[in-house]
């Protein structure tokens, strides 16, 4: 572990290659699990707020599903999550050509209909954040379907703590960022990596 600030950062970010080919996955990670992508109540307002500009991408079995049930339920786990439509895929989301899923809050973003991207969990993804009362845990999860990603982070070179450079900063600020990559690095250089 390194410890950043009030964080405790898994090695794996320093350790694991990890660079997204959504050309590979098709964008899996929206459409496979059995629960939404994890959300807090302050997201699940600001999908309620910005649900008018994503309406229309979403699929018609997605628009029932948020029009009877909302954008965000509690999981078996009681955690807040994305609305989902046939017990798996994310209610936003919405297809590109060559059948690549994509987040249709994101999608929104991107094309300036809305300012802001999406829920944290996504965004930070494979990251996932844990909150706790004296410190905040931050952990690499590994998941079968990015592989390639994997794959793809080795061939380029990429570690997971630099593909996430953006979001990490968005969520810690860039003065806790610098000091991940500075810890990270002098990990990396001292102890190599175990892949």
């Given amino acids: 572990m390194l410890q950043i600030k009030d964080t405790l950062v898994s090695l794996d970010l320093a350790e694991r290659f990890f660079c997204c080919d959504i050309n590979a996955c098709k964008g899996e990670c929206c459409i496979e699990g059995d629960a939404g992508a994890p959300v807090t109540d302050e997201e699940a307002r600001k999908i309620e707020e910005i649900l008018?500009?994503?309406?229309?991408?979403?699929?018609?079995?997605a628009r029932r599903e948020v029009g009877e049930n909302g954008v965000s339920y509690t999981d078996s786990e009681g955690d807040r999550v994305t609305a989902i439509v046939g017990g798996r895929?994310?209610?936003?989301?919405?297809?590109?050509?060559?059948?690549?899923?994509?987040?249709?809050?994101?999608?929104?973003?991107?094309?300036?209909?809305?300012?802001?991207?999406?829920?944290?969990s996504c965004y930070l993804y494979p990251v996932r954040i844990s909150r706790y009362s004296t410190f905040t845990a931050v952990n690499f999860h590994r998941?079968?379907?990015?592989?390639?990603?994997?794959?793809?982070?080795?061939?380029?070179?990429?570690?997971?703590?630099?593909?996430?450079?953006?979001?990490?900063?968005?969520?810690?600020?860039?003065?806790?960022?610098?000091?991940?990559?500075?810890?990270?690095?002098?990990?990396?250089?001292?102890?190599?990596?175990?892949?």
């Fill in 89 to 120: 895929d994310c209610a936003f989301t919405c297809y590109a050509p060559g059948g690549v899923c994509i987040c249709a809050i994101e999608k929104a973003y991107r094309e300036g209909r809305i300012g802001w991207r999406k829920p944290a």
């Fill in 52 to 61: 008018p500009e994503v309406w229309d991408d979403m699929s018609p079995a």
């Fill in 143 to 195: 998941w079968k379907i990015c592989r390639s990603a994997e794959t793809h982070g080795r061939r380029l070179g990429i570690r997971a703590y630099q593909f996430l450079k953006e979001p990490l900063t968005e969520e810690f600020g860039k003065e806790w960022y610098d000091e991940l990559a500075t810890a990270c690095e002098a990990y990396l250089e001292q102890y190599g990596s175990n892949e």
